[in-house]
């Protein structure tokens, strides 16, 4: 993996929570992602992603750029870190193939992300 890899990272929003909240917590989630080894971090703005409902759809949502497996691996990690400290659910997509990071035990996300990493390292 060389060329350069994006995917779209989704903090889902609380049932309970608001928008201001949830705007809160991606910053903090983009705050600690441009302290790893990636290209480029973004909110993303403007059109909403397919599948999503309008622009309050936005909130949540951030493009994220790695150029290696390495970085990629660092990333996933990262996200389930802070998923497990924040108590939130996030997704990971990478070209339509989506990874759900939850609460799950450490064994069990082991086990989905390994997989998930396993089908983008083969298409390098």
Known sequence: ?????GMMVQVQPDPDGDAEELAELTGWLHTELLELD?????????????????????????????????????V???????????DRTVEVSIDGDTLKITGATSEQQERVIGAW?????AGT
Do not use: I
Not at 42 to 69: C, D, F, I, N, Y
């Open 38 to 74: 990636v290209e480029a971090v973004e909110a993303v703005s403007g059109t909403a992603p397919e599948h999503s409902k309008g622009l309050g759809a936005l909130l949540g949502w951030l493009a994220v750029q790695v150029r290696t497996m390495e970085a990629l691996h660092t």
């Open 76 to 86: 996933v990690g990262a996200l389930r870190n802070w998923a497990r400290r924040n």
């Open 1 to 5: 993996m060389s060329d350069l890899v």
């Open 117 to 121: 990493l396993a089908r983008h390292a």
